[in-house]
């Protein structure tokens, strides 16, 4: 059981991604933009953000991710990324981006739910 | 300094490389000119029947020597010339040849006889030289002094104001004091100059404006398949999204989210997961190759080509277990020498190339990936005995979204971008791609295909 944000800017993603977390018994808040996001998460002080890489947005999920690093908020963060790897911009984890790992879409619900265990896993032993 | 750039050189890269090259070709040219001045001083008395006195010998041996000299000084001081507009430049550089070299065929020319030699003919030629790379002014005067020059020798000679050193031998009587001939061949000599001069002058002037508008055009089109790609790109994107929802949505159904499902829509459902696979790859494929065309550098990495292709073979086990195929790996080389290039480039095009191998063939086929030396570079092999490819697609496979007939009618999915892919890294990387079919595993009924690849070590 754990509470976890999703911000995207497509609700299908966020209803898809809510529907397999919640199967697996997390709580999930969603928000389509950047700012309601920031929101949810200081409201809500999840155990994982899920974050879309929003490049349509002007403050897009990678500033977010800074956003939350410069907060001083250090939940486990995972991307969405959509085109990053295929153009090429295949950035490790926590080097370019601080974020803990990356799902490239279209998400495949049993990787989804393999990595959100694992990164939630990472968190209690911490 | 004085600026000699022209007005009409704008493109200054291939400006100074033209400059560049025409001051290295003169140096090699005026080592054939001192060669040719010596066989003419040694050999023209027994050739031409020509006899010099004791002062033309002298002088015209003399002359040669500092040419010979003065051309080594300029090759030396050409190799530390930079291309600045306001320093002493390849375009000074030229001009000093050229002074040089007029000074030296001018005096050649009073040594053999003024007016009566031939040789005074060779002034047309430098003067077109210098029309093609100095500005107008700078050619007008050169041109004009030259002629004055000349002038001077000419008629000093006929009324004795200076000595007359005749060629004996060459003509029956002595024409320097005739005043019709040496008015009517100084006056054409002038005429010739300064024709030649106008005329070279507006050619070259035209032919840069050419170039510059040729140049032009070329950047227009290079910035509108800029813009393109980025459109593309933008769309694809714009498409991938809803595809990436659609997507997760089927996989959500057929990994049992939302309970079970009954086998008939299981099966139908199976099948859109399919084509929307597909359709995801494909938009992925655009974005790579568009990413590709905007990319106006690639990466430099020491690469071991050897490890990118283990690596890529390593990726496909599943495939080459699951149709038994029989791989073979090879590498011939006696120097494992890395090449430079970008990783990440490479191994798409590799993945590509060797997937292609492993999709279009039977089960247990035979598959060949041999690495070799071939002149500065390396060759990659990647040879089957699968489906082949017809003859009359084989020009077309390397097309964006062709996809060969046969493959085509046998239903195997894809998206016709693979090849392109290929042949546009490989081909920024400055190496080559060819395909045989039927290749060289080729038995009955399966034709095989074979891409060899070519990558040089320095590209």
Not at chain 1, 86 to 111: A, C, Q, R, Y
Request: aromatic share 10%; hydrophobic share 45%; charged share 20%.
């Amino acid at each position: 059981m754990a509470k976890i944000v999703i911000i995207d800017d497509d609700p299908d993603i966020l209803d898809a991604s809510s529907l397999v977390l919640n199967s697996k018994g997390h709580e999930v808040i969603t928000a389509t933009n950047p700012e309601d996001g920031y929101q949810l998460v200081i409201d809500n002080s999840p155990d994982l953000i899920i974050l879309d890489v929003m490049m349509n947005e002007p403050d897009d999920g990678f500033f977010l991710a800074q956003k939350f690093r410069r907060s001083k908020i250090t939940v486990p963060i995972l991307m969405y990324s959509s085109v990053s790897k295929t153009i090429g911009m295949s950035f490790g984890v926590n080097e370019l981006v601080p974020v803990d790992d990356f799902v490239e879409k279209p998400i495949s619900p049993s990787l989804l739910v393999e990595k959100v265990e694992h990164l939630l896993q990472l968190r209690k032993e911490k | 300094m004085v600026s000699l750039v022209p007005s009409w050189a704008i493109y200054n890269e291939e400006f100074w490389g033209a400059i560049k090259r025409r001051n290295s070709w003169f140096i090699k040219l005026r080592y054939g000119a001192v060669l040719m001045l010596f066989v003419f001083i040694v050999s023209s008395e027994y050739l031409l029947g020509i006899k010099f006195t004791n002062t033309q010998l002298v002088a015209l041996s003399l002359i040669n020597c500092i040419i010979l000299v003065y051309n080594g000084i300029l090759q030396w001081v050409r190799i530390y010339l930079k291309c600045d507009p306001f320093k002493f430049n390849p375009l000074h550089f030229s001009l000093v040849q050229m002074l040089l070299d007029l000074t030296a065929l001018m005096l050649v020319v009073y040594f053999t006889g003024g007016i009566e030699t031939p040789l005074f003919m060779l002034f047309v030629f430098h003067m077109i030289i210098g029309s093609l790379i100095l500005p107008g002014t700078v050619i007008y005067t050169i041109a004009f002094s030259v002629v004055f020059v000349f002038y001077g020798i000419v008629f000093g000679e006929y009324h004795n104001l200076i000595s007359h050193h005749a060629v004996t031998g060459l003509l029956q009587t002595p024409l320097y004091n005739n005043f019709k001939f040496s008015v009517a061949y100084s006056t054409i000599f002038g005429f010739v100059i300064l024709m030649s001069v106008v005329l070279a002058n507006k050619i070259a002037n035209q032919l840069y404006r050419m170039e510059q508008e040729l140049v032009e055009s070329l950047e227009q089109l290079k910035a509108a398949e800029v813009e393109k790609q980025k459109y593309v790109m933008g769309v694809v994107h714009e498409i991938k999204t809803p595809l990436a929802a659609l997507h997760s949505y089927l996989d959500l159904i057929l990994q049992g989210f939302l309970g079970s499902v009954n086998e008939k829509v299981l099966n139908k459902l199976n099948r859109a997961r399919t084509r929307s696979a597909e359709a995801i790859q494909l938009t992925n494929d655009v974005l790579s190759v568009s990413k590709l065309r905007l990319l106006d550098e690639i990466k430099k990495e020491e690469i071991k080509v050897r490890d990118i292709l283990s690596s890529v073979i390593q990726k496909q086990r599943a495939i080459i277990e699951r149709k038994k195929i029989k791989l073979h790996f090879k590498d011939n080389r006696k120097v494992k020498a890395k090449i430079l290039g970008d990783r990440f480039l490479l191994e798409i095009a590799f993945s590509n190339l060797i997937s292609n191998a492993f999709k279009y063939i039977d089960d247990e086929g035979v598959v060949e990936i041999i690495l070799d030396e071939k002149g500065n570079g390396i060759q990659l092999e990647v040879c089957d005995n699968g489906i082949g490819i017809p003859e009359k697609d084989l020009e077309k496979i390397f097309n964006d979204f062709y996809r060969a007939s046969n493959i085509r009618s046998k239903g195997y999915e894809g998206t016709g971008m693979g090849l392109s892919i290929i042949k546009h890294v490989i081909e920024r990387h400055g190496g080559t791609v060819e395909v045989q079919s039927p290749a060289r595993l080729a038995s009955e009924n399966k034709p095989g295909t074979s891409f060899l690849v070519f990558l040089p070590l320095e590209s």
